[in-house]
């Protein structure tokens, strides 16, 4: 079963826009991961974020966690058409050890 | 640092034949991952190795779906017999270590098409 799940399902924006991203889940998490997967670089892990964590960025990303409301998202800053890709928030229950995914954002940033 | 390698990348069989999947971990890796990816789905965890021991096959359907890690480095991932529903990208991801903290890194997966 999807732990997380992703809004919107697809997203398309001008370069040098900012795009966001959100993810909602259902437990109490230890930890969540944002991954990209383009047909160029297949599956990669951009951030992750611990639940005593709000928020934490790198480069142009930017992550925000709200555990009373069970959210994060992702904020991509000054987009580039090479940030076109699916993205996927994945979260590692309280008492777990496996990453459960979402179902995915598509992101189209149109040059 | 050479990065999970899988092969093969494709591949078409009919249903109710046999197929099985290969990858090598990064080197030191003691954790190894399978997981399933259907079209318009994010990645489902089939299971998990630690070293050459399964911690977590729970949703790997036994019927069907085998899996090995023999001496704790390469794996292969089985399925016998395929059904049309296998059809999917198989992605192999490797971590330093057990637990959900560590960053996993993923294969360029095997897109498998059952006819």
């Known amino acids: 079963s999807q732990q997380g799940e992703e809004d919107p399902q697809a997203l398309s924006i001008q370069e040098g826009e900012n795009a966001t991203m959100n993810c909602s889940y259902k437990t109490s998490i230890n930890n969540l991961q944002w991954y990209r997967q383009n047909s160029g670089r297949g599956l990669v892990h951009l951030i992750l974020?611990?639940?005593?964590?709000r928020e934490k960025h790198s480069g142009r990303l930017r992550v925000t966690l709200d555990t009373s409301k069970k959210s994060s998202s992702l904020l991509i800053t000054a987009s580039r058409a090479a940030d076109t890709a699916s993205y996927f928030c994945a979260t590692v229950s309280l008492y777990g050890n496996k990453l459960v995914f979402g179902a995915g954002t598509i992101l189209r940033v149109k040059s | 640092e050479a990065g999970v390698a899988q092969s093969p990348r494709y591949k078409i069989i009919e249903k109710r034949q046999s197929v099985a999947f290969w990858c090598n971990p990064i080197?030191?890796?003691?954790?190894l991952y399978w997981y399933q990816q259907i079209l318009g789905q994010g990645p489902k965890l089939l299971i998990q190795f630690q070293n050459n021991g399964v911690v977590d096959d729970s949703q790997l359907p036994k019927d069907r779906f085998s899996a090995e890690r023999l001496k704790g480095v390469d794996s292969t991932l089985k399925i016998q017999p395929a059904k049309l529903e296998d059809s999917a990208v198989y992605l192999c991801?490797?971590?330093?270590?057990?637990?959900?903290?560590?960053?996993?890194?993923f294969g360029p997966g095997t897109r498998l098409t059952v006819t």
């Open positions: 080197s030191g890796h003691a954790t």
């Open positions: 974020i611990r639940s005593n964590e």
């Open positions: 991801a490797s971590s330093l270590a057990f637990g959900g903290i560590y960053e996993q890194y």
